[in-house]
């Protein structure tokens, strides 16, 4: 029998992942100088979700992206491992950002890795408390703004403009570079694009960020099809959709309560240019689709993820998807992005998965309560 003495002998040749910024570097605002600065982030799963597709869009052929598993468990690590390398590549010594939770997450780790000082704005009591947590203990300087996520923005820019303090907010345009390669991974995963990209949209940098990397690779000729971007807002904090600025936005989904989206004419583009569109669903239905998709596919994302998982579902009683599917030929491909981990917002999920059944410890009490 052969004895395996040292551990390079369990290991294979499998091609190791050392982040986005090493996997898609051609694409990527990089040298061979640059100082890279990574969790090793991206290279997240595009599952399969057949159960949950069952229950709210029978018509398609569902994918959720789970970006829950980046490092600090949102799609904020794809920006973030390029702006901060850039910053730190530029000698910053300070940087900035105004945040609805997950922005200021995973700057304040990103910049911990780095050596640089970090300040985020964040509302007062309206950002969920995982978020704050990150933040706090991994050493940003938090500032609670008495307001909303759009005057801590609109601070942030002008300290950025007027001061030596590097903004890592999605108006910085390296966050976008990095975000793109989320469509780089499911093109590559799938082999093709989706037929419908659907995304939750708050500041919309990140419907922004896919268009370009869906067109980029098109245009290298990677993928033969564009998908139809699909976004979806919080009915009380639907700018795009109303067509005009909120000013006090609401919702349960805090990470996009924004009513002055930055990047909303970038997010229009992209919805006209692939024929899309960009619609809102309530929050009653936000709470429905994030249960729905915990229960029926094993992903928990926090509520904002489950509005456009919420807006399949109002697409498909429409029969949105059936005349795609008859179009098509066969089912429609639709990727959903499951932005930020359901554990960044405990306090939602409790409140929507109800009380556990408390039992005597013997195994007829258990066997009782299961039915059995
Ligand atoms: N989903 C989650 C979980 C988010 O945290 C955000 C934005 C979005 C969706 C919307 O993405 O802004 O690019 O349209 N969060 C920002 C933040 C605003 O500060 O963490 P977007």
């Not at 694409?27 to 997240?44: I, M």
């Amino acid at each position: 029998m052969e004895v395996l003495t040292h551990n390079s002998q369990l290991t294979t040749n499998t091609p190791v992942w050392r982040g986005l910024i090493h996997h898609y570097r051609r694409y990527l605002s990089v040298t061979d100088s640059t100082p890279v600065v990574t969790l090793h982030e991206g290279n997240t799963p595009l599952i399969h979700a057949p159960r949950l597709a069952e229950v709210i869009a029978p018509d398609v052929e569902l994918y959720l992206k789970f970006e829950g598993a980046n490092p600090t468990g949102s799609f904020k690590d794809r920006g973030m491992t390029m702006a901060v390398t850039k910053a730190h590549e530029a000698g910053a010594k300070v940087a900035i950002c105004a945040s609805t939770g997950n922005t200021s997450a995973s700057a304040a780790a990103y910049c911990a890795l780095a050596g640089i000082r970090c300040v985020v704005l964040l509302p007062q009591n309206a950002i969920a408390l995982g978020k704050l947590a990150q933040a706090l203990i991994q050493g940003a300087e938090v500032l609670a703004i008495e307001g909303n996520f759009d005057d801590a923005l609109r601070i942030v820019l002008e300290l950025s403009k007027t001061h030596p303090i590097s903004l890592l907010n999605s108006l910085n345009p390296y966050r976008l570079e990095g975000q793109k390669t989320g469509a780089f991974e499911i093109c590559d995963y799938l082999g093709h694009a989706p037929d419908f990209h659907a995304i939750p949209v708050g500041n919309a940098g990140n419907i922004t960020a896919y268009w370009q990397g869906y067109k980029e690779y098109h245009g290298e000729g990677r993928i033969d099809t564009l998908p139809k971007m699909i976004g979806f807002q919080a009915a009380g904090a639907a700018p795009l959709v109303l067509g005009h600025g909120v000013d006090k936005p609401e919702t349960v989904a805090t990470a996009i309560r924004i009513g002055h989206p930055a990047r909303g004419d970038e997010a229009l583009a992209a919805r006209d240019e692939s024929g899309g569109l960009i619609d809102c669903v309530s929050d009653e239905e936000i709470l429905r689709a994030q249960k729905q998709a915990a229960a029926l596919s094993g992903v928990f994302g926090e509520p904002a993820c489950a509005a456009p998982l919420a807006g399949l579902a109002k697409l498909s009683s429409s029969k949105y998807f059936a005349r795609a599917r008859e179009e098509l030929g066969r089912k429609p491909v639709v990727v959903s992005i499951v932005t930020g981990h359901g554990l960044k917002d405990p306090n939602i999920a409790i409140q929507s998965g109800g009380e556990p059944t408390v039992v005597a410890a013997n195994n007829a009490a258990v066997l009782r309560a299961i039915g059995f």
